[in-house]
């Protein structure tokens, strides 16, 4: 599983490639965890601000490691229609 560093800490990422709907072409998204988004201090470091804005949305940590259809459907802001995972 790739990762981000931030604060000597390692957090985990993962990269989908996912459609809105069935007429959508595929798109990149990536999904990191909570405790990442915790520790970001995207109003007041530019670095944070753009790592923040990288990422799609963020799980709790314990769904991080879930098969990524799963994670697709069920666990973003809105159901996903999952193609591969990066």
């Given amino acids: 599983m790739k990762t ?3 604060l000597e800490k390692e957090y985990p990422i993962r ?3 996912i459609k809105f709907s069935k007429e959508d072409e595929p798109e990149q998204i990536t999904i990191s965890v909570e405790s990442l988004h915790c520790v ?3 109003e007041n470091n530019k670095e944070d601000e753009a ?3 990288k990422i799609y949305f963020y799980v709790d940590d314990n769904l991080i490691e879930k098969p990524a ?3 697709c459907e069920n666990y973003l802001d ?4 999952f193609v591969e995972e990066l």
């Fill in 69 to 71: 259809q799963e994670i």
């Fill in 51 to 53: 790592m923040d804005n």
């Fill in 4 to 6: 981000i560093t931030r």
């Fill in 15 to 17: 990269e989908f490639m």
């Fill in 78 to 81: 809105e159901k996903l229609i």
């Fill in 40 to 42: 970001l201090d995207y």
